[in-house]
């Protein structure tokens, strides 16, 4: 029996899936030319043409001089989304917080928000802050529903990809058999991607921060826990279970404390924020926040000081096992302990050196964050621009 013929593909349906095409290759791009867009796609230069015609007619793409691309000429003219093509969300629910911002289609912030809150008993009253919060903001920059591609949700700790929970009942137990994505999907009518917080920290950094230009990068973060995020080649790097860059549960010491997760001396026992502070209550100075011995220790207060520089040179060690293991070309530390800069990215990056026994290890460029409090949120934005396998036919079906 002969099988029947495949429909014929109209000029129509083609002209669509390559205008999807480029689309989707610039949004995965910090920029391109028109030959590069040609050389990439494989299709001619008077079709590339063409449909670039129509994206900029159709306001979704922009085509703009590069300075940064100039090599002793006139600088070539480089193609991205056109920003407000567009429009995404980020939330980042921390132990203490909740950020959300709207962003548009370059990551430029288009509205904010901020509650210190403790979401670790409340995980319905937060998901109904959030809610409130984008409806508020999505008003506050103008953003229709229509212009809302998605949004990207952090948590703390590692999540199962294949179900949205957080895989971990150690850090927010009450939160254990809570979908927090399909719960958010459902209240915000759009799709939500959820990721461990310290990956949307590096997946930032990465575009827009300290980590540009690197080609392997372990985001570091050090909060109220310690966790790392890794970015390959401009794409997350989650592991074959998605819990990869836990090195907040990697063992220092096996006679150190006890951790939350059963082991002994693991560093985020002895560098994460509650360790440092338990440190400073045992000197007799009881402090409330990660903050309050940020601020004693730029004051000069010596004991604030030598936890920080304890802290950094653990991260060190931590830090050179994992460029051993990785061959990272750059290290950014970030977090709310990490805002203490040289002050513990110092003795981390003399520790980190000391104990690499690669020669790339022994020069690893290690460095400050770049994006502060907004890396996790911007990071979630940052998902639902990159993450998706296609982005191109939501965004023709908005102009």
């Not at 937060?126 to 809610?131: A, C, G, R």
């Not at 100075?285 to 730029?298: G, K, W, Y």
């Not at 950094?312 to 950014?332: I, K, P, Q, S, W």
Request: hydrophobic fraction near 45%.
């Amino acid at each position: 029996m002969t099988s029947a013929a495949p429909p014929a593909v109209r000029p129509s349906d083609a002209r669509t899936a390559n205008l999807s095409r480029v689309l989707d290759l610039l949004r995965l791009s910090d920029g391109l030319t028109r030959a590069e867009v040609s050389a990439r796609t494989g299709l001619s230069r008077s079709t590339v043409s063409s449909l670039l015609t129509e994206l900029l007619d159709r306001a979704l793409v922009q085509e703009a001089p590069d300075p940064t691309r100039a090599a002793g000429g006139r600088p070539p003219a480089v193609l991205r989304l056109e920003p407000s093509a567009g429009a995404a969300l980020g939330i980042d629910i921390g132990n203490t917080h909740v950020r959300v911002v709207v962003a548009d289609l370059g990551l430029g912030l288009l509205a904010e928000d901020l509650q210190r809150v403790d979401v670790t008993e409340r995980p319905r009253e937060t998901l109904e802050m959030v809610e409130a919060t984008v409806a508020r903001l999505l008003v506050q920059a103008g953003v229709g529903p229509g212009d809302l591609l998605g949004a990207g949700l952090g948590l703390p700790g590692p999540v199962d990809r294949a179900t949205g929970r957080l895989g971990s009942a150690t850090i927010l137990p009450a939160w254990v058999g809570l979908a927090p994505a399909a719960e958010l999907s459902a209240r915000l009518g759009c799709d939500v991607l959820v990721e461990n917080d310290a990956n949307l920290g590096a997946l930032a950094e990465s575009l827009h921060g300290a980590g540009r230009g690197s080609r392997v990068l372990a985001y570091v973060k050090v909060a109220t826990g310690v966790g790392a995020g890794l970015v390959v080649d401009g794409r997350l790097f989650r592991g074959a279970s998605g819990t990869a860059g836990e090195i907040g549960h990697t063992t220092l010491s096996n006679a150190g404390p006890v951790c939350r997760c059963g082991n002994r001396g693991c560093l985020e026992q002895l560098a994460g924020a509650p360790a440092l502070l338990a440190q400073m209550a045992e000197a007799g100075v009881e402090l409330e926040s990660a903050a309050a011995l940020l601020r004693l220790a730029q004051d000069g207060h010596a004991g604030a000081r030598r936890v920080l520089a304890d802290a950094g040179a653990h991260l060190g060690v931590a830090v050179a096992n994992l460029v051993t293991l990785l061959d990272a070309d750059r290290v950014v530390i970030g977090g709310e302990v990490g805002r203490a800069e040289e002050l513990l990215v110092g003795p981390l990056r003399y520790a980190a050196r000391s104990a690499a026994v690669t020669t790339a290890g022994s020069s690893i460029d290690i460095v400050g964050a770049q994006l502060g409090e907004r890396a996790e949120a911007l990071g979630g934005a940052a998902l639902v621009l990159r993450e998706p396998v296609a982005l191109g036919p939501a965004l023709l079906a908005r102009r």
